[in-house]
């Protein structure tokens, strides 16, 4: 089912997005926002992005990501917009597209922020929103690789370091990876013992 309807011959979505200058917002613009009871993404302050033209350092912003629980013209974003300093107004056609775009996942070009920075508002689910299955598999390749590199081989200094240190890892191992990495332990200890009884 699409997020665009048709009333009264005004476009309507849920989801938009906008930026903001840190500049020319309110100070206290995500007070505000919170205020407003609308759930929405903000991302990390973008001050490294650099224009591909000139090479210099775009001036610094923050991409908002609106998610309205019922559909709104682009009006009512615009208003909503307006009030914390939001510079325009986007109709997104992708929310997953839009909540990795915070942080430039799929744009490896450009400078990579750190999803742990995106602050959510509202009922927004930040996670959830980025996760792709082929990440889970790129996480476990980048936690079996770690555990090799650093001769961790106990699920629980294993899970320890995560919680503290990956997020995404924790994540990952909470969901469903936990199995596949288990497993992996499980047979290098037990390879490692075979060769230590052999020696």
């Not at 990495?181 to 075979?194: A, I, P, T």
Request: aromatic share 10%; proline share 5%.
């Amino acid at each position: 089912m699409s997020d665009k309807t048709q009333t009264s011959g005004a476009n309507r979505t849920r989801n938009y997005a906008t930026v903001v200058y840190p500049e020319s917002a309110p100070d206290n613009w995500l007070d505000i926002l919170r205020d407003l009871k609308v759930s929405a993404l903000v991302s990390p302050l973008h001050d490294k992005d650099v224009n591909p033209d000139s090479g210099e350092i775009k001036k610094a912003h923050y991409h908002v990501q609106f998610l309205f629980d019922g559909p709104k013209t682009e009006k009512q974003a615009r208003d909503i917009a307006e009030q914390i300093g939001g510079v325009g107004i986007e109709i997104l056609n992708s929310v997953r597209g839009m909540a990795r775009y915070l942080c430039h996942m799929d744009n490896p070009e450009k400078y990579q922020y750190n999803p742990d920075d995106v602050i959510t508002i509202g009922s927004a689910d930040y996670n959830e929103l980025i996760s792709l299955p082929s990440d889970k598999y790129r996480i476990i390749k980048e936690i079996l690789a770690w555990c090799d590199e650093n001769e961790v081989f106990y699920y629980s200094d294993l899970l320890r370091y995560s919680m503290e240190n990956r997020s995404d890892w924790f994540r990952c191992l909470c969901d469903n990876g936990t199995y596949p990495v288990k497993e992996f332990l499980k047979s290098e200890n037990f390879k490692r013992k075979r060769e230590t009884e052999t020696t």
